[in-house]
């Protein structure tokens, strides 16, 4: 018998078996076994046999036989489907896609044909990722909770791999020759490339590590590795993982894609068999969770931690929906085929709105409370029951449970999918949050798991309004911001009528101030928890607080602010401090003009602390006409949303795409670039900026520019105090003239 933690599992093609890796006390273990996956098929009665007829002259078909299957979320009545199991795992998605396209694309709906192997492998036999299991003559036994808060993690072993290659020339190239490679503190560098790389594998086999952290190795290491070998020949050789049969290659290729409005690009993946590779320059999870976030997420989504540290969050609740209508004993539908009902127009401007907004009141002000319900959409989901299949059911009267303002109803027979995925979600992130703030615990590793799952309940509700989301429905989208509106406004009601004055308020949260209090702010949020049925917290008391204007209308921002709390932790949000693409000389510079802030603890004693703070920016203006800043520090980060050929403007940023391209180096829509601006008035690309990598100390910056947007900084803090960009740059520009102080 073997008993131990489920590391890896994928498919062998070649052997037409499913590998199971265990991390025993021994060490680890690989377990190979027969599977084959069947999928499902739902149409009418005549075109169902005639695909019998058509499949029964296959060659790759093990089994077909019909069943009655539950195949629609909103009942539990089942339908005739033809169950098919291809003969092979080699041949399951080719023949659902053949199947498909006799179909027409839409005479016959198919089920569980996207599910991901491993993790329907391991849901066929009742298994997770990371689960304790012992295996007696390859039968499994399941010695573990799925949703445990409390449970054994394998003592893992780890590395780091680090590819380099000659300093000269300064841009990194596939090109160039490997010159070192460095794990942990071990470096490698032989007489030729060849040995290097060899000798490197060979160590990373002796010293047989379960897992293999990286920066960057998805997007330079290993291709870096890749691309060599295979320029040597040697790609045979380059085997990472466990399994000695599978060499390095990408398990997915690059993709640049658009998220939330914004492009973004996914290197490739390079994954290893039968140990794991974390790149930690591009892991969403790992940075937000670390191992612990991960390990937990992937246990309970049933993900491998080395395929999720690639993903995003809407990955794992999508996956978690999935395992839930299994266990519920419903089929997966392939495609999503619901449309969205119809509409007037009427109806699409009451519905399509979003949360409630209250621009902020702009200025100054002290004694601010910050009130936040708790993970409010989906706590609305779980309080409503709103689901794809409980909206608008047939089985409830219009009148059961009806939607504010919009008129949906919601079914109160049943409970919906969604609510059943988000409750233990709810429940595991609150005690989290509990555990991180309690010092009997590891409030560190706490902080990181809770951290992980709001994540989580973030993207839930976009989910239920995106168009390619497997169970999203616009109406629930519509429907939780209806209510949510509906919340805040009670909430709202409460908070004037007992003597506080509301001074900016934004989906979830509120910025109150007491006018004639008739009850202290903790009383007035358990009101409000009870009176709307989800709790609000009393998120924190600022001293002071500024909520900044937009710079183009003048009206209150809704998400730019700053303030000092009671602890004396400074708050900031929308300011360039937290921006990615600002450099980090101006980051500093607002940081240390907010801690002049910080001194003070009342409306009186920040208005006596401008000047001080006007001087920090003065200060930081002579050190950019000085030359006392090191170029490195004022480096732009854009991150690009198109090719070079769709710029029209010769701006900075298609000036530095330029400078790539003289190198062959092209980046893809949503990889980042880095430049500083060397004088924006030139005409030429090359005189325009300076690519991050041929930065030198002692490479020219443009001083009019820096001082620019230096001034804008300055206004995005002071502007409701009165000094404008347009201000703040005459100071610095006279300063400049006058070579020194004002």
Not at 189 to 204: C, G, P, S
Not at 452 to 472: D, E, Q, S
Request: net charge positive; charged share 20%; with cysteine.
């Amino acid at each position: 018998m073997i008993r131990g933690f489920i590391f890896d599992v994928y498919p062998d093609y070649r052997k037409d078996v499913m590998v199971t890796w265990l991390l025993t006390k021994q060490g680890a273990v690989s377990i190979e076994e027969p599977y084959h996956p069947d999928f499902f098929v739902s149409a009418s009665k005549s075109n169902l046999q005639d695909l019998v007829t058509y499949l029964q002259q296959l060659p790759d078909i093990n089994h077909i036989q019909f069943k009655q299957k539950k195949t629609k979320l909103a009942s539990d009545q089942t339908h005739h489907v033809l169950q098919i199991t291809p003969s092979s795992l080699s041949h399951f998605r080719p023949l659902a896609k053949q199947i498909d396209r006799w179909g027409k694309y839409h005479i016959y709906q198919l089920y569980n044909v996207d599910l991901r192997i491993p993790t329907r492998y391991l849901h066929h036999h009742g298994l997770f990722f990371n689960a304790f299991v012992s295996v007696d003559n390859k039968r499994f036994s399941l010695h573990d909770d799925q949703w445990a808060i409390d449970y054994e993690v394998p003592s893992f072993s780890v590395t780091t791999l680090h590819v380099e290659q000659s300093k000269k020339p300064a841009l990194f190239s596939f090109e160039n020759p490997i010159t070192t490679i460095t794990i942990d503190d071990a470096c490698f560098q032989e007489e030729n490339e060849v040995d290097t790389i060899l000798t490197a594998v060979r160590h990373i086999q002796k010293q047989n590590p379960d897992i293999v952290f990286t920066q960057q190795g998805d997007s330079i290491a290993f291709p870096f590795l890749l691309k060599r070998a295979e320029k040597k020949g040697i790609t045979k050789h380059l085997i990472f993982g466990r399994d000695t049969k599978k060499h390095l290659y990408p398990m997915k290729q690059e993709s640049s894609y658009l998220s939330y409005g914004r492009v973004l690009h996914r290197p490739a993946f390079y994954m290893l068999a039968g140990r794991i590779h974390i790149d930690t320059t591009h892991s969403f999870f790992h940075g937000e969770g670390g191992l612990s976030g991960l390990i937990d997420l992937s246990r309970c989504s049933n993900i491998s931690f080395q395929l999720l540290s690639r993903l995003g969050p809407g990955t794992a609740i999508s996956q978690i929906q999935v395992n839930t209508a299994l266990d519920q004993g419903y089929l997966i539908p392939w495609k999503k085929t619901r449309p969205e009902i119809w509409k007037t127009a009427a109806h699409l401007l009451a519905s399509d709105r979003g949360g409630l907004i209250l621009d902020p009141v702009v200025g100054l002000h002290e004694n601010v409370i910050e009130l936040d319900f708790a993970s409010l959409y989906p706590n609305i989901m779980v309080l409503y029951n709103i689901s794809p299949e409980t909206m608008l059911c047939s089985c409830c009267l219009p009148s059961d449970q009806q939607v504010p303002q919009l008129g949906y109803h919601i079914c109160v027979k049943k409970e919906g999918l969604l609510p059943t995925v988000l409750k233990p979600i709810l429940q595991r992130r609150f005690l989290f949050k509990a555990r991180s703030k309690n010092k009997m615990y590891d409030q560190q590793r706490y902080a990181k798991l809770q951290q992980t799952w709001k994540w989580v309940l973030i993207v839930c509700f976009g989910y239920t309004g995106y168009r390619n989301a497997r169970y999203g429905r616009i109406e629930c989208h519509e429907s939780i911001t209806a209510f949510s509106r509906d919340i805040l406004i009670k909430a709202i009601e409460m908070v004037e009528s007992a003597g506080y004055q509301v001074l900016h308020g934004i989906v979830d949260s509120l910025w109150i101030q007491p006018k004639s209090p008739s009850i202290k702010p903790l009383q007035l949020a358990r009101m409000i928890s009870m009176k709307t049925g989800i709790r609000i917290e009393m998120e924190g008391i600022f001293h002071w607080i500024v909520f900044l204007p937009s710079k183009g209308t003048g009206v209150g921002a809704l998400n730019r602010y700053y303030g000092l709390y009671d602890h004396r932790e400074i708050k900031t949000r929308g300011i360039e401090l937290r921006q990615h693409n600002t450099p980090f000389f101006f980051k500093e510079v607002q940081k240390q003009m907010l801690q002049v802030f910080s001194e003070a603890t009342d409306a009186s004693a920040f208005a006596k602390l401008i000047s001080p703070a006007v001087q920090v920016l003065l200060n930081a203006g002579k050190d950019i006409h000085t030359g006392c800043i090191h170029p490195n520090d004022v480096v732009f980060t854009t991150r690009i949303s198109k090719q070079i050929s769709s710029y029209k403007v010769e701006n900075v940023v298609k000036a530095a795409l330029q400078q790539l391209a003289q190198y062959d180096i092209h980046l893809q829509p949503g990889q980042l670039l880095r430049y500083i601006v060397q004088n924006s008035k030139a005409k030429h690309f090359s005189e325009k900026v300076c690519i991050q990598e041929l930065v030198t100390d002692e490479t020219p910056i443009d001083v009019r520019f820096y001082l620019h947007f230096l001034a804008r900084c300055g206004e995005t803090l002071l502007l409701p105090f009165g000094y404008t960009a347009d201000m703040f740059e005459q100071m610095l520009l006279h300063q400049w003239k006058q070579g020194g102080d004002l």
